[in-house]
């Protein structure tokens, strides 16, 4: 940041100010300095409302109308760390000396002035100004970047469904998501949409990296899915068409895994693509889990020619297929543990006749559990579909 303070000296002394004119002529032609000119402590005051850029106040202490331990006071009340004081006084009156410095001085100079010492002091001053306001300027820009991020924050969480039950009038299944960010923002994601009135499409997805760049990468593949999705692609077609535009525009080497997939709610069979995703689960009506099978399938955003397969499996009723990002299973305790897939497939196992909400509750809880208030290291994103038939 540029520097640019007005150095104020407050004496009654009428002499002084042609004498530190002419000592500090160079400087002042330059820009150096900018020196104001009050004779007490009220003057000081007004001068301070006149040229708000004042930043160092040269005071001495004997003056009429307002002195300068008056003055202190009244410059403690105004709360600017960024203006700095310097005293004058009598060589030896150290009382009023140390009663200046106990009031908020920053320095001070006995009298008569040794130019050269006032000129290392005004130096060695500006320089603490510098810092500090350099610091007051970084921290109202961390202020701002966090108010930003705070906003940023409620945008994503506002992009993703909120809204559960989704489809209160659909009887042939049962659906929750949710998604805790690591950071204010994150780069998970969720979505499901219904293509037509027999088929439910149901996404996840993990962004490589953290932070804005992440998030940002996040809506917008979740929009390229939703969006392709909705025409009634199959599964590897939409992933192969949203790859390419994401290859297309894709920025600093970024990627996504994905989990896309398309239940036909009459039968419950599950047209799907694995794009470098955890595999899912699911979990049978007898409480066994079984993984879903992986498709082969590249993550999302690297190779722009990769023709994706698509693969079958099929949910019976009350059986539930859970969505996850490798948050999950690997979020750490205290130990450096990780919490793992066997885990996870114990609690789920333990979840059978639970409602879709009740068993992302379950699992979000056992995650916690065993984190004991580790901080998270990345988001944990779930969806968990049951199939009612």
Do not use: W
């Amino acid at each position: 940041m540029d520097l640019q303070v007005k150095i104020m000296v407050v004496d009654d002394e009428v002499d002084l100010e042609p004498l530190i004119r002419q000592k500090f002529r160079k400087q002042i032609r330059s820009n150096e300095y900018d020196f104001i000119f009050a004779h007490n402590g009220l003057e000081a005051l007004a001068k301070l409302i006149e040229h708000p850029d004042i930043g160092v106040i040269l005071s001495d202490i004997n003056m009429p109308e307002m002195d300068g331990l008056t003055l202190l006071l009244k410059l403690k009340e105004l709360k600017n760390p960024s203006l700095k004081t310097v005293v004058v006084s009598a060589y030896g009156d150290m009382e009023n000396i140390r009663t200046a410095m106990n009031r908020g001085a920053f320095d001070f100079l006995t009298k008569p002035i040794n130019f050269d010492d006032l000129e290392i002091t005004i130096n060695k001053t500006l320089e603490e100004i510098k810092i500090q306001r350099n610091f007051i300027y970084e921290h109202d820009q961390l202020i701002s970047i966090q108010r930003d991020l705070n906003v940023a924050r409620e945008i994503q969480q506002g992009i993703l469904p909120q809204i559960f039950p989704p489809f209160p009038n659909r009887t042939e299944f049962d659906i929750f998501a949710s998604m805790a960010a690591a950071r204010e923002v994150g780069g998970d994601f969720f979505d499901f949409f219904m293509i037509d009135n027999d088929h439910l499409g149901f996404v996840i997805g993990d962004v490589s990296g953290k932070g804005i760049p992440a998030a940002i990468f996040m809506a917008v593949s979740r929009t390229l899915i939703r969006a392709t999705g909705l025409k009634g692609m199959p599964s590897d077609e939409c992933l192969q068409y949203v790859n390419k535009l994401l290859c297309n525009e894709s920025v600093g080497c970024m990627f996504v895994t994905v989990f896309y997939a398309i239940i036909n709610l009459k039968t419950g069979q599950i047209d799907y693509v694995n794009a470098g995703h955890n595999p899912p689960y699911i979990l049978k009506e007898d409480g066994k889990v079984m993984a879903v099978e992986t498709s082969g399938n590249m993550i999302l955003g690297v190779f722009e020619d990769h023709e994706y397969k698509a693969m079958q499996v099929r949910l019976a009723p009350q059986q539930g297929i859970l969505l996850f990002t490798d948050g999950v299973t690997e979020a750490f305790n205290a130990n450096e543990e990780a919490y793992g897939e066997q885990r996870l497939e114990t609690i789920l196992s333990a979840s059978v006749g639970k409602s879709a909400q009740e068993v992302v509750g379950a699992i979000n809880d056992d995650v916690a559990q065993f984190a004991m208030g580790t901080q998270q290291s990345d988001d944990i994103t779930m969806l968990y579909l049951k199939y009612l038939g």
